[in-house]
Nanobody, 122 residues
Framework: QVQLVESGGGLVQAGGSLRLSCVAS????????MGWYRQAPGKQRELVAT???????DYADSVKGRFTISGDNAKNTVYLQMNSLKPEDTAVYYC????????????????WGQGTQVTVSS
């Protein structure tokens, strides 16, 4: 199995920046896609940004120009750089990584992080 551990959340004032990290551990064979999602209180989980191996990133309209997703497959890590944060960005942020892992054979995995709280004060 593949487990994800997130870090980097916290409290920041509007206009500030945070960088989230998500590290995958396990016998990873390959990574196909990485992404970040968020869920605000009383709302459904929504896509923030995704990136496929060898592809261009894709962003929710609400974060375009402010957030940047990047991945380091050699380190099995995905980052989310968040700039010009707004109070409406307040949410629990979850990372998601999909790929294949090795356990006597090669199997697909679709793993989620535990979530990290981001709070933006006005």
């Amino acid at each position: 199995q593949v487990q994800l551990v997130e870090s980097g959340g916290g409290l920041v004032q509007a206009g500030g920046s945070l960088r989230l990290s998500c590290v995958a551990s396990g016998n990873i064979f390959s990574i196909n896609a990485m992404g970040w999602y968020r869920q605000a209180p009383g709302k459904q989980r929504e896509l923030v940004a995704t990136i496929r191996s060898g592809g261009n990133p894709d962003y929710a309209d609400s974060v375009k120009g402010r957030f940047t997703i990047s991945g380091d497959n050699a380190k099995n890590t995905v980052y989310l750089q968040m700039n010009s944060l707004k109070p409406e960005d307040t949410a629990v942020y979850y990372c998601n990584i999909r790929g294949r892992y090795v356990s006597h054979n090669v199997f697909p995995f679709d793993s989620w992080g535990q979530g990290t709280q981001v709070t933006v004060s006005s």
